[in-house]
């Protein structure tokens, strides 16, 4: 990230405190996310991902108002769209 300097050199302190606070939310759920990594090859396989949402759906207000018929969905259209951002020319097996 470049950071926009004033003409004494100095980058604003919100620009800093935004990319603190990114940086520290990738960190999180990279730590996290790690923890559904069973065999330690660092990936993921559907069914890591697919494990991991159903614990978020816990965790986070708005989707733990999900209905329970419609969280199977949920997961797999959630799932595939990570994976066709992450994999767009679809290289992994």
């Not at 405190?17 to 520290?24: A, D, L, S, V």
């Not at 199977?72 to 259209?77: G, I």
């Amino acid at each position: 990230m470049m950071f926009t300097r004033d003409r004494l050199g100095r980058i604003s302190v919100d620009q800093f405190n935004y990319f603190i606070y990114k940086y520290e939310a990738i960190m999180q759920a990279q730590a996290d996310l790690s923890q559904y990594d069973i065999d330690g090859s660092g990936s993921l396989f559907e069914q890591d991902l697919e494990h991991y949402l159903g614990v978020m759906i816990t965790k986070v207000p708005l989707l733990s108002q999900i209905d329970p018929r419609v969280e199977k969905f949920y997961k797999c259209a959630a799932i595939g769209k990570l994976f066709f951002m992450l994999d767009p020319r679809k290289t992994s097996e």
